[in-house]
């Protein structure tokens, strides 16, 4: 049994083969990011976030929200 599994690595390469094949180890290229409208980073820019109340952190995050969709 222990020469048949020994023969076995010998003839794949052992463990360790095949893994630069696998897309887990493969090198992904990260996109560049894309630049922040003027408005949005505008408006950013303007929150004060530990001065916001829950409520109106969350009316920020829509305002915020309507300014990416254009409306």
């Known amino acids: 049994m222990v020469d048949r599994l020994e ?32 408005a949005l980073a505008e408006a950013i820019g303007q929150l004060d976030p530990d001065a916001l109340t829950p409520r109106e952190a969350l009316d920020a995050l829509y305002a915020l929200k309507r300014l990416t969709s254009g409306g």
Do not use: N, Q, S
Request: hydrophobic content about 45%.
């Open 7 to 38: 023969g076995g690595r010998d003839a794949t390469g052992g463990i360790a083969a095949g893994l630069d094949d696998l897309p887990l180890f493969a090198a992904t290229v990260a996109a560049a990011p894309e630049p922040i409208p003027d």
